[in-house]
């Protein structure tokens, strides 16, 4: 059927919210929504699933305090044992306190940095990707929704003008 | 209005007439004579050799002979022993003067960022700060008690002990009866004459026609959290700190403050949940359970982080006057001094990390009664080896301490949320505190 979108161009973000209320209320699909900074709240008006980079983050700092103390186990303990301070040099667990901040930091480490890969991935970003976003505008003060057209696209375009958008125009999806 | 349930008036009683009956029996238990104290400790390891008393502990350290001769020795159970009843019961009364103070720092904290989540909680911060002047002095009679030699708390206390020890007689500029009352004082006043005028204009406010009285909550506030910092952090050396007077550690202060102001936090959330169950705060919604929780979660992982700071430090370079606290702590009170951590740390982290658990009212209630265990067990190890060396026991006296004091607590807390709505209708930022979703 229709390979066209119709994109409503709103001017703040309360107005968007609302707006997106009553498009999912009257049963049209929103097929994606350009924000110039992350909306709070929009996610749960538009029914999005809730994210699972939480249990991700999670795994991934497990991760990083296995390897931390794995490293830690490595260099202080079997490879090459230091009197330090006069601290047991042959136990692990007898020395853990001092490994503590660097299990700490690691644990920090993986989470965050792949938590980042993660979202760049599952986005499908990567260097030299080109953007987007149908509207330059969107990066700067306005907000893009896009909706299906399906069914009579006049009718849809006058509901979207009602629900406060600024700009309304019929579009190519890409 | 709130009213005071018969049920819960009657438990608070039954609380505080068992707990006068258990700390009651833990003075009566304890050892009058030497004789009585061996007897007791034999008892206890089954007629074995009483091993020697760990040399650490405050009242081993100052008195070299002690160590050397039986006599002495047994006397010193005998005082640690006499020690257990009174320990036992400043421990329970310092915890829940504890709790209601970190609720007043909080308190005083929301009126000084301006909070427009935490209005409707207002009432309740404000009925558990209540707690604070009774509590506090009950504290502060235990001080002027053993000021007077009625016990053996602080030992630097005892003139004979400080003439055969050096390092006490370099304090005594400080760590003297009368200067230690006398800043005991000032602390309370001041906490208590914040706590007197922001309940006051809190109230006026609910009846003004402007905001100024609002205005003026917003300053003492201010005014307060910079005199609480300053005196919450010289009580924790005073009161907790000075049983163990060799020995020192800078950032105590912070320790402990973290340690009520987490246990505050989460007593603002038992009472909340308890409240809301009995009908009473219709406008608190789950996202303020779930912001409350945020605080339970991230203050403990805070508290961790100073203990782990101050045993770490202490523990990599191992300078025997400082180290000797964790020696103790770790010879003699493996169970409750590793427990701790994990009531603390260890639970709240894995069981608060999801953010849907924080909404669940029953999650919440679980993990704040494992919080609030694991910071009596905090002030527990704080104040038990240095007094009672390595003859603790968590019995009758002990339970009965927290019993009285929660009784109390109870009492006065709900009957203080009796006096004045729950809802501070006319504070300016409570349409904002209603409409709290995310």
Not at chain 1, 113 to 141: G, Q
Not at chain 2, 246 to 251: A, G, I, P, V
Not at chain 2, 310 to 318: A, E, G, P, R, T
Request: proline share 4%; with cysteine.
């Amino acid at each position: 059927m229709s390979n066209k979108v119709i994109q409503a161009i709103y001017a703040d973000d309360d107005v968007l919210l609302a707006a997106v209320k009553k498009v999912r209320a009257a049963h049209h699909h929103i097929e994606e929504i350009y924000t110039p900074f992350p909306v709070h709240g929009l996610d749960k008006a538009m029914g999005l699933a809730p994210t699972r980079i939480a249990i991700a983050s999670f795994i991934y700092g497990c991760i990083g305090l296995c390897v931390a103390v794995a490293m830690m186990n490595y260099i202080m303990i079997e490879d090459w044992p230091q009197n330090i301070g006069g601290k047991p040099s042959f136990s692990f667990l007898d020395n853990m306190p001092a490994f503590v901040p660097i299990m700490f930091e690691l644990t920090v480490f993986f989470a965050a940095h792949l938590m980042v890969i993660t979202f760049y991935l599952r986005s499908k970003l990567w260097p030299f990707k080109e953007a987007e976003n149908p509207d330059v505008r969107t990066t700067d003060d306005h907000f893009l929704m896009e909706v299906s057209a399906s069914g009579n696209i006049e009718a849809l375009s006058a509901f979207l003008q009602e629900t406060g958008a600024v700009e309304v125009k019929v579009s190519e999806k890409h | 209005m709130y009213t005071f349930s018969n049920k819960l008036r009657l438990s608070a009683f039954v609380l505080m007439i068992v707990g006068v009956l258990g700390l009651g029996y833990g003075f009566l238990a304890a050892p009058g004579t030497v004789e009585e104290a061996k007897a007791m400790v034999a008892d206890a390891h089954h007629g074995g050799g009483h091993e020697e008393v760990a040399t650490h502990d405050a009242h081993g350290t100052h008195n070299e002979e002690h160590a050397t001769h039986d006599t002495s020795h047994d006397e010193h159970l005998l005082h640690q022993l006499q020690n257990k009843p009174w320990a036992g019961l400043y421990v329970a009364a310092f915890f829940f003067m504890m709790i209601s103070l970190g609720v007043l720092a909080f308190y005083a904290i929301q009126r000084v960022s301006q909070a427009g989540w935490s209005p409707l909680l207002f009432r309740v911060m404000e009925g558990i700060t209540a707690y604070l002047l009774p509590g506090a002095i009950l504290v502060f009679v235990i001080l002027v008690l053993s000021g007077v030699h009625m016990n053996h708390l602080f030992i630097w206390m005892d003139p004979e002990v400080v003439a055969h020890d050096e390092l006490i007689q370099g304090k005594t500029g400080y760590l003297n009866v009368p200067f230690f009352l006398i800043r005991a004082v000032i602390y309370i006043a001041g906490w208590a004459a914040y706590r007197h005028f922001s309940r006051k204009f809190s109230i006026a406010q609910d009846t003004a026609d402007d905001h100024s009285y609002f205005k003026r909550n917003f300053k003492i506030s201010a005014g307060f959290l910079v005199f609480f910092l300053v005196s919450e952090s010289m009580m924790s050396w005073d009161w907790i700190m000075s049983v163990d007077p060799h020995w020192y550690s800078t950032l105590f202060g912070w320790y402990v403050f973290a340690s009520m102001f987490v246990s505050g936090i989460t007593v603002i959330a038992l009472i909340t949940i308890y409240l809301k169950s009995r009908g009473y705060l219709e406008e608190v919604n789950n996202s303020h359970i779930h912001d409350l929780a945020k605080f339970m979660f991230g203050i403990s992982i805070f508290w961790t982080y100073l203990w782990f700071s101050q045993f770490m430090l202490i523990w990599y370079s191992n300078i025997p006057e400082e180290v000797t606290y964790f020696v103790t702590r770790i010879e003699d009170y493996k169970l409750p001094f590793f427990g701790m951590v994990v009531l603390n740390f260890v639970f709240p982290l894995l069981v608060l990390m999801n953010s849907d658990y924080k909404r669940l009212n029953w999650f919440v209630v679980m993990t704040g009664i494992m919080i609030l265990l694991g910071h009596y067990l905090d002030i527990y190890n704080m104040i038990m080896p240095a007094t009672v060396g390595d003859q603790w026991f968590i019995g009758i006296g002990e339970v009965g301490g927290v019993l009285f004091f929660l009784g109390l607590f109870i009492f006065i807390v709900f009957t203080a949320l009796t006096k004045a709505p729950l809802l501070p209708k006319r504070n300016p930022f409570i349409e904002e505190s209603k409409h709290f979703h995310y």
